[in-house]
């Protein structure tokens, strides 16, 4: 999760297809130049052990856009596949 976050923070594209499960990861990936990513909350995790095969992650994502800060939070679902994490969905609160 926090790798992600950062390769938000940095613009790496490449990382977070990389990082994204086969069977949700989009074919492109554009992201917003005008976000700043800026802290990153993790609020609750469950499984996601050495032993497991899938995790959930809850955080909160705090980031600037267009002069504003703002929010993202979300409970985020990771999966093993070819032996490491990949992030396979996230739900938003409602």
Known sequence: MQSRFSAFAVSDATYL?????SSTRPPELVLDDGIRWLDLEILESARGGPFDEDGLVAFRAHYRHGGLRAVLEERSAFIRED???????????S
Do not use: A, C, D, I
Request: proline content about 6%; glycine content about 12%.
């Open 83 to 93: 032996g490491r994490w990949r992030y396979l969905n996230g739900r938003f609160p």
């Open 17 to 21: 297809l990389e990082t994204w499960h």
